[in-house]
């Protein structure tokens, strides 16, 4: 089979941009699909970070120090960009402008102003496919769920929780970073960073909070600063967001929890939907199962617990019988990006595409709300009109 390559450019080259790396080389994983990431081009301040894929990824051709000489590289048709929330504003903007296509890391901007300021891009240039990393939807339990959703057959929903949990920072003694400080991170907190990933599915559904109460907490105060002695955590370590959604003729509340000091939770991500004909619910502490509760009227009430088999959005040469894995999500998702580079929306091999600029645009309306929430300790009001 002949395949499309996308020769890529990596902006930003931590823990998330090799990943990307090894996705491309588990390419051969995938079954069925005629198109090929390849990473041509790799740019980090910090050399150490390019020399790792010098001497990882045999496709590397040239290493920048400077992302704008990344953009100017004519073989460079894509890039993946994953720097820290205040820089997302100027490099995904001249990414866009330079007529490639991007698949950035969240929230896709610091705070609303500058997310509107790279939609604005965005609008500008038609011709780029602009997309957000959003891996655990990917799941075969997630898409399951979404399956189930879009056969309708929750019926009347009564209520929707949803969350991302991890305890990386439970360690007072790990040593801040750029996520603890409002001036890198922003004002979001936990929420910038991992809320995406919670509202990805209920966004797709078109379950639009129309108001917020916010519960924002700060856990640790401060950590070591790496010269011996401590700064200040300016940011939030966690937030339960209590909301209300009205759509459809129907109206339900729906709480979305994000949290970097959950005791207990590794990296969990979870979505449970209950609804008067069908209820379900997927978490990736238990990947390979997924609950179900069919319910009709005067009947029994039992949870089904069933193994999700390693069905996912694009064939692979796993055997249905083996675990559906953190890696192969990123897999997943890499393939439904590079998958509408090369055949556009309509023409992809299967549906369920990457979360959107506008889906980003919705968590920034959602967590400013919160933001108000917090201060005013009230309800806040979800803004939902025209983007600026």
């Known amino acids: ?26 390419w051969c994983h995938l079954t069925g699909v005629d198109f090929e990431p390849r ?21 590397v051709r040239r290493a920048y120090a400077d992302y704008r000489e990344l953009l100017a590289d004519p073989d460079v048709e894509a890039v993946y960009c994953a720097v820290p929330h205040n820089l997302h504003e100027r490099i995904y903007i001249d990414i ?3 007529g490639k296509h991007l698949l950035g890391e969240k929230p896709f901007g610091i705070d609303r102003e500058a997310n509107e300021a790279i939609l604005k891009a965005i609008r ?18 997630a898409q399951q769920i979404v ?63 129309s108001t917020v109460r916010a519960l924002l907490t700060k856990i640790i105060e401060e950590r070591p600063d790496g010269q011996g002695g401590t700064a200040p955590c300016e940011t939030w370590d966690n937030a339960i967001l209590a909301c209300d959604v009205s759509t459809d003729g129907q109206q339900f509340p729906m709480i979305l929890s994000t949290k970097r000091i959950a005791p207990g939770h590794a990296n969990t991500w979870f979505i449970r939907i209950q609804g008067t004909k069908w209820s379900a ?4 502490k238990n990947p390979k199962q997924v ?16 193994d999700a088999p390693y069905r996912s959005a694009y064939g692979t040469i796993t055997g249905p019988i083996f675990e559906f894995g953190f890696s192969d999500s990123i897999l997943q998702m890499w393939a439904a990006f590079c998958d509408e580079i090369a055949h556009g929306t309509e023409g992809m091999s299967q549906p369920f595409r990457c979360a959107t600029p506008e889906e980003a645009a919705g968590s920034h309306r ?5 933001l108000e929430s917090h201060r005013t300790g009230g309800t806040a009001a979800v803004d939902w009109g025209a983007p600026a």
């Open 281 to 284: 619910e997927f978490t990736t």
């Open 366 to 370: 959602l967590f400013t709300a919160a």
């Open 96 to 98: 866009i402008q330079a």
């Open 291 to 306: 609950a179900s509760l069919p319910y009709e009227a005067g009947g029994p009430q039992a949870w089904h617990v069933a």
């Open 1 to 26: 089979m002949d395949k499309r390559i996308i020769r890529f450019g990596v902006i930003g080259c931590g823990l998330m941009g090799k990943e990307f790396a090894s996705a491309a080389a588990r």
């Open 147 to 209: 399956k189930w959703v879009e056969e309708g057959r929750f019926g009347r929903i009564i209520e929707v929780e949803a969350g991302f949990w991890h305890s990386s920072d439970l360690d007072p003694t790990k040593p801040i970073n750029w996520k603890r400080r409002i001036a890198t991170n922003g004002e979001y907190g936990c929420m910038g960073d991992l809320g995406l990933h919670v509202l990805h599915l209920p966004l797709r559904f078109g379950w639009k909070p």
């Open 124 to 141: 500008e240039n038609p011709g780029v496919v602009v997309r957000s990393s959003s891996e655990f939807p990917f799941f075969p339990g």
């Open 39 to 59: 990473i041509v081009a790799v740019c980090d301040a910090n050399p150490a970070a390019t020399r790792w894929f010098e001497e990882n990824v045999p496709s």
